[in-house]
């Protein structure tokens, strides 16, 4: 099984709202990703799960809020979200994270579509 | 923030004919890679080199990499219909993956 999933594939919610993007991968990967992509610009990236743990973070608003359950599951809590949030929400795995001595190609999700109201 | 610049921005061909796509960036790196994605889904890993390899091949893609210049091109050779896609490179400088602007690719049938 060489997939990440990612619920749901839409997503329409208030600024006002509190809703959760979720994300799963059975591959046995220990690094988990999350990136943000507006219309007809590249991924940027948000947070990294290094073995369950946040290892880097963006510079991300506090209104998004990443989460680590286990090996196989990343969630990306939304709060107080705005209308500039709108974008598509990526995330990827990996064997290992980025850094190391051996290098391995990320695994993208097919995202989820966010619009802010 | 983004590493990586690409150009052309769009390119169109006709099928049958090479693509080739460039991208410059900033920093030292250990390795750059490059993705494609169709159409606003996932991105998909196509190949990926080293900072101390110059060219990778993999099918019809060619790969070149000038650690001097930070540059980096991608040869899309015999293009298919099936190719059009937008194509990011991605760099590895240790601290998480950066990608380029990216090139959109049209191929005419």
């Known amino acids: 099984d060489t997939e990440v999933t990612q619920t749901p594939k839409h997503l329409v919610m208030g600024m006002t709202n509190k809703k959760s993007l979720k994300c799963e991968q059975h591959m046995g990967h220990r690094a988990m990703y999350w990136y943000k992509q507006k219309a007809k610009k590249p991924p940027e990236l948000m947070f990294v799960y290094s073995y369950e743990k946040l290892s880097i973070n963006e510079s991300v608003p506090s209104r998004f809020s990443p989460e680590c359950p286990n090996s196989s599951l990343l969630n990306l809590h939304l709060h107080a979200l705005q209308p500039e949030d709108s974008a598509l929400y990526l995330c990827?795995?990996?064997?290992?994270?980025?850094?190391?001595?051996?290098?391995?190609?990320?695994?993208f999700g097919p995202g989820t579509r966010l619009t802010v109201t | 923030s983004q590493q990586g610049e690409e150009d052309p921005q769009a390119l169109s061909i006709q099928e049958g004919e090479n693509a080739t796509m460039n991208c410059s960036y900033k920093?030292?790196?250990?390795?750059l890679q490059w993705y494609r994605q169709n159409s606003g889904r996932g991105l998909v890993h196509l190949i990926l080199i080293r900072s101390n390899e110059r060219e990778k091949h993999s099918g019809r893609l060619r790969v070149t990499l000038d650690t001097s210049k930070k540059s980096s091109s991608l040869l899309i050779t015999a293009s298919r219909a099936a190719d059009t896609a937008s194509y990011f490179c991605?760099?590895?400088?240790?601290?998480?993956?950066?990608f380029g602007a990216g090139t959109r690719l049209t191929v005419k049938p």
């Open positions: 990827a795995s990996s064997q290992a994270p980025v850094g190391g001595e051996r290098v391995y190609e990320q695994y």
């Open positions: 991605a760099t590895d400088a240790g601290e998480g993956m950066r």
């Open positions: 920093t030292s790196i250990n390795n």
